[in-house]
């Protein structure tokens, strides 16, 4: 593991916000916005590329002097899915430095340790949790065989994690995090003009609507750069109390948690070191969200703590692994994928009826084989991270089957299965070519 770094030293050095600036450029030219003004002066996220180096030297000049002063963040609210949420716009010099101080940050944490952290960290993802949690299983599942006792899993989050999190001057966040960026510090801890910026930029004043401006005591700035850092950093005595228990499987990410273990006693000493730990840390559990699961083939119940429900799978971060460790994307992302090949095809259709029908078979097939070419633009979007996270091979193979099935109800115009007759899988495999998605991810 590498080294921490001096993060007082870092912000005081021009290299550190040069990179950041032209990161910051990269991701709004992927998105169309590299002339957006940055400033009412006029200046876009072009300009401050192109300037990078005099910006990057006149902000880690002003930050070593103690003249930097992060600018209050202006308030507005989005609806999402019918629901209202606070977001926050810094300045641009204040994400700048925000923005590398979470990249800064995230590397002390690193070096310090976050037991079970899967979030907002380089190298992890949804896709390693999940894939942990079935390395676990199989490995369970070697011990006891495939129809052996159960793994028992609990599946929970907090309570509107961001909004609730305690952020006052006596938040249990301060110490962890002053910790954190204090690590690779010489003197053993990093100037108060050094922590006054950290905090004020982890809580800014908030400019409301009608230019009131207040400090928040709970819930963090959503929108600012620190955010995902604080959400790690937040409940880490939890993930090392949870950790400690001999034999347990632990994931996080952000608010959402998964532990299992093949001994009951062990998931109830994970609820009572976590309900003794939460009133510290100022988090709630979602306990109408929470789901306890014992896994297993046969879907039965646990018999000694009802509950705990039979299920053959964990579906959690958008994936499923099964009782077996195998993984697939959840049902709802397979659904989603379905559908959208199943609308390409009845685009398509609509141009073929004049065709008999082994040429339409044969115009769909070529259609539906660009939809599921990784390489191609007009691939399906999904496509790549189904190959890429599914190890079963039973829920591509039905993926293959309804496709199929798909194709040759729009050629023949039979319902249900019925085309088959008229077009057989081996003509739609190997006369008109149809891909498999079994065969791609074999390949991948």
């Known amino acids: 593991m590498a080294d921490p770094v001096d993060i007082e030293r870092q912000l005081g050095t021009a290299k550190t916000y040069e990179q950041t600036i032209l990161r910051i450029f990269t991701k709004k030219r992927q998105r169309g916005l590299a002339f957006n003004d940055v400033t009412d002066s006029g200046v876009t996220y072009f300009d401050t590329a192109a300037n990078r180096q005099s910006l990057a030297r006149a902000i880690a000049h002003s930050v070593a002097d103690g003249?930097?002063?992060?600018?209050?963040v202006n308030l507005w609210v989005l609806d999402c899915n019918g629901k209202q949420r606070a977001a926050h716009m810094p300045a641009f010099v204040d994400h700048v430095v925000g923005s590398a101080l979470f990249q800064l940050i995230s590397h002390n944490a690193c070096c310090y340790g976050l037991p079970g952290v899967y979030s907002y960290l380089p190298g992890t993802t949804n896709v390693a949790a999940m894939r942990a949690?079935?390395?676990?299983?199989?490995s369970h599942r070697a011990r006891v065989g495939p129809k052996g006792p159960p793994l028992y899993v609990l599946q929970s989050d907090f309570e509107h994690y961001g909004d609730n999190l305690p952020v006052g001057p006596d938040a249990a966040l301060w110490p962890i995090l002053r910790e954190v960026?204090?690590?690779?510090s010489p003197k053993g801890a990093v100037s108060q003009n050094i922590w006054d910026l950290i905090t004020t930029l982890t809580r800014p004043?908030?400019?409301?609507?009608?230019?009131?401006?207040?400090?928040?005591?709970?819930?963090v700035a959503m929108g600012t750069p620190l955010v995902p850092i604080l959400a790690n950093l937040a409940v880490v005595p939890m993930d090392k109390a949870i950790l400690s228990i001999d034999g347990i499987f632990y994931a996080r990410y952000n608010d959402d948690f998964l532990i299992a273990h093949p001994d009951l006693d062990a998931l109830h000493e994970a609820d009572a070191r976590i309900d003794a730990l939460l009133d510290e840390l100022g988090v709630k559990r979602k306990l109408?969200?929470?789901?306890?699961?014992?896994?297993?083939?046969?879907?039965r119940p646990a018999t000694d703590d009802p509950a705990y429900g039979g299920r053959g799978r964990i579906d959690s971060l958008g994936l499923s692994v099964s009782y077996a460790g195998t993984m697939t994307v959840s049902p709802l992302r397979l659904r989603r994928f379905l559908g959208?090949?199943?609308g390409r095809i009845n685009g398509a259709a609509s141009a073929l009826g004049p065709l008999p029908v082994h040429e339409r078979a044969r115009q769909l097939v070529a259609?539906?084989?660009v939809m599921l070419d990784v390489a191609n633009p007009f691939a399906v979007p999904g496509l790549a991270s189904l190959l890429d996270s599914t190890t079963d091979r039973g829920a591509l193979k039905d993926m293959d089957f309804r496709i199929a099935r798909k194709i040759v109800q729009t050629a023949t115009g039979r319902p249900g299965v019925r085309g088959f007759q008229v077009l057989p899988p081996v003509v739609l495999r190997k006369e008109l070519g149809l891909v498999s998605l079994v065969h791609m991810r074999n390949q991948h």
């Open 67 to 72: 003249q930097y002063q992060p600018q209050p």
């Open 133 to 138: 949690l079935a390395a676990f299983v199989r």
């Open 181 to 184: 960026v204090s690590l690779g």
């Open 205 to 219: 004043v908030v400019c409301a609507e009608d230019g009131a401006l207040f400090t928040r005591v709970r819930g």
């Open 288 to 299: 109408q969200k929470e789901k306890r699961t014992a896994l297993s083939a046969t879907g």
């Open 340 to 342: 959208r090949v199943v």
């Open 367 to 369: 259609a539906t084989n």
